[in-house]
Structures are given as structure tokens and as C-alpha cells.
């Protein structure tokens, strides 16, 4: 039932409502509400009509005065706030990633592509263009650095994603890689991998089997 004591609306309401509409928010009316449509003072439901002309409608569909649509309100403001720290998540990784060939050069750039035929190789906007223009790499396709794939996501190209041996690559032949050199940090297919090994200059480097999670490394003397 509604309190007898209470004053009806209009004579609570300041003479400059436009000021008191903007500053109530629309969930506290609401809540303050908690009597039915029907238990309103004919003058104090004229009063909510004229200023705030959703609020009855709002009273008969939720016996809670509104509380209902002030939850589905902050609900929906943190679907909109998840998909914000999705999007400043993806931003911060891409400004964390840097340059390959600029930090082998003791060089700092931010990575802007990266190659997935050169084992995912970061490269700033100049290497991008070295990479394009080099007659052994002119025929990668260079993808932008937000899909760069994160290993702690399980982030990958694919069970079909295969390297290929830069040796062969030099001769314009694809052959699949199997090792990889700590050294030169060149991937390497299997006959390649034994002229490595066989040379003097890199007999010692350290060879990596490239589909090892965890690889082990092999010194081949």
C-alpha cells in the first residue's frame, strides 16, 4: 500500500525540472518505485508520465521497481567491456612483438608482418619490404602480425602448415624442413641438414628437430 505520509511528486519536484531530469539517473527512479501503477497518486503518475515516460511502463513490468532492467543495464555494459579487453588484449600483444631480423642486428622495431614460410619470422615495415623484394623470399605471403599465433592459446596455421628448407628456397625448389640450425638459425631439409653437418664451418652447430614441442638438441661432430 502506498505511505500516506509521502507527498505526491509534484510538490516534491523543483520548479526547474530539467535540471532534476538530467541529473537522476534513470535506474535510481526506477527503484524508487516500489509501489504498483495502480497504488500511485493519480497526481504522481501524471507527474512520472510527463518526465519520464518509460517508468510506468517499467513499474507494471517488474514488481522489483525496476530493479530487473538496472541488472540487464549493467549486464549488457560488461558484454560491451569484454569485447573492449579482448580488443586491448590483441593490441597489447601486437606492440609486444619486434622485429627478427632488426633484434639479431641488436636493433629494437616493432614487427608490423610475419612470414609463416620462414618459421613464423617477425619483420618491421622495412624488413617486410627487404623480404618482398629478395628473389628467395619474393614468393612468401606475408601475414599482418595481429595473427600472429600465441603458443600459450594453442595458436596455430593448421596440421597442414609445413616448412620448407631456406637452402632449397635459394634454388626456387620447396622442399619440407626437418631441422633446424641454432647457429645460423636456418631451416634445413634432410640432405641439406647433412651438408651442414658435413662442412667444416658448421659441422659443430647445434641441429634441432623442428617438430619437437620441447626438441632436443643433437651436435652432430
Known amino acids: 500500500m502506498r505511505n500516506a ?19 537522476r539517473p534513470r535506474e535510481i527512479i526506477l527503484v524508487d518505485l516500489t509501489d504498483s501503477a495502480e497504488d500511485l497518486n493519480p497526481e504522481d503518475a501524471k507527474v512520472i508520465k510527463n518526465r519520464y515516460p518509460d517508468a510506468l ?11 530487473k532492467t538496472h541488472e540487464m543495464e549493467k549486464e549488457q555494459a560488461g558484454i560491451k567491456r569484454g569485447f573492449q579487453d579482448i580488443e586491448d588484449t590483441a593490441s597489447q600483444r601486437k606492440a609486444q612483438l619486434f622485429c627478427g631480423p632488426c633484434n639479431v642486428q641488436r636493433k629494437t622495431a616493432f614487427a ?18 627487404i623480404h618482398n623484394a629478395l628473389p628467395v623470399t619474393n614468393s612468401h605471403t606475408l601475414l599482418d602480425v595481429s595473427a600472429y599465433p ?16 631456406n637452402l632449397c628456397l635459394i634454388q626456387k625448389v620447396k622442399t619440407e624442413a ?44
Open 57 to 67: 511502463n517499467n513499474v507494471e513490468k517488474y514488481s522489483d521497481g525496476g530493479i
Open 5 to 23: 505520509n509521502k507527498k505526491p511528486l509534484s510538490e516534491e519536484c523543483d520548479t526547474d525540472s530539467d535540471s532534476s531530469s538530467d541529473s
Open 150 to 165: 600465441d603458443k600459450n592459446e594453442g595458436g596455430n596455421f593448421g596440421t597442414g602448415y609445413k616448412p620448407f628448407c
Open 112 to 129: 608490423m608482418t610475419f612470414c609463416p614460410v620462414c618459421d613464423n619470422d617477425l619483420l618491421c615495415a622495412l624488413c617486410s619490404s
Open 178 to 221: 626437418i631441422l633446424q640450425c641454432q647457429e645460423c638459425e636456418t631451416q634445413l631439409c634432410d640432405s641439406c641438414s647433412n651438408q651442414h653437418k658435413a662442412q667444416k664451418a658448421t659441422r659443430s652447430h647445434n641441429l634441432i628437430n623442428i617438430n619437437d614441442e620441447t626438441p632436443k638438441t643433437k651436435r652432430y661432430v
